[in-house]
């Protein structure tokens, strides 16, 4: 079946760029998501890509598809302390309506 | 102010007794599911609805059910919950198609 994997942590300083990346199995997904979860909270979305897209750009976020290898990254430019959180990649299920595949999520921690 | 709720927030149980976990979205949105996040899992679906009185199941429904009678409820039924129902709990919703699914905030099920 489908699957999305995530490295489970980053750790980067105040500043830098982040790089979260994130695999998927299911050529005909249509749309990939990025959700960001804050301690306590639900998940919100950050933003998504469509399938027939190479890069989306949305200030200090950029997202990055390669189809042929199934690779989806989000790119966190400035990194705050308030960018800590855990970050999910989806996707969409071809097909299975609203239906989303997570990944386990990564653990963005930003430190001085 | 558009969003998802959920209730109880977090609960503590014991195995066997039924319990409820309601959602309610005020967005007159067609789609509602269920999910749960475990460490290193990620999101998983347990159920979801397309519209009222249609509800199907996710990849993980044993042991749950749902209801839909009114569109902007959902509720979570557990007839005799078990310690590996320890999780937790999120229901979203989202209009039908590629939209961005609204999170509720969570709900902490403990179950001993």
């Known amino acids: 079946g489908e699957d999305v994997e995530q490295s489970l942590f980053l750790s980067v300083r105040e500043g830098d760029s982040s790089v979260i990346n994130c695999t998927y199995t299911d050529s005909s997904s249509t749309y990939l998501y990025w959700y960001k979860q804050e301690p306590g909270a639900g998940l919100q979305l950050l933003t998504y890509i469509f399938s027939n897209m190479d890069m989306k750009q949305d200030q200090r976020l950029t997202v990055l598809l390669n189809k042929k290898d199934k690779h989806l990254s989000l790119r966190i430019a400035d990194t705050q302390t308030g960018d800590s959180a855990i970050y999910f990649c989806a996707e969409k299920e071809a097909g299975g309506y609203n239906k989303l595949i997570f990944g386990a999520g990564t653990r963005l921690a930003v430190h001085p | 102010e558009a969003q998802v709720t959920q209730n109880p927030r977090y609960l503590i149980t014991v195995t066997g007794k039924k319990l409820t976990v309601t959602c309610s979205q005020n967005m007159n949105h067609e789609y509602m599911s269920w999910y749960r996040q475990d460490p290193g899992l990620g999101l998983r679906q347990i159920y979801y609805?397309?519209?009222?009185?249609?509800?199907d199941k996710g990849d993980v429904p044993e042991g749950y059910k749902v209801s839909r009678k009114e569109k902007r409820n959902f509720p979570l039924i557990l007839e005799s919950p078990s310690p590996n129902q320890t999780s937790l709990y999120f229901c979203?919703?989202?209009?039908?198609?590629?939209?961005?699914?609204?999170f509720g905030p969570g709900t902490r099920l403990t179950v001993t």
């Open positions: 979203a919703s989202s209009l039908v198609g590629p939209y961005e699914q609204y």
């Open positions: 609805s397309m519209n009222v009185e249609v509800t």
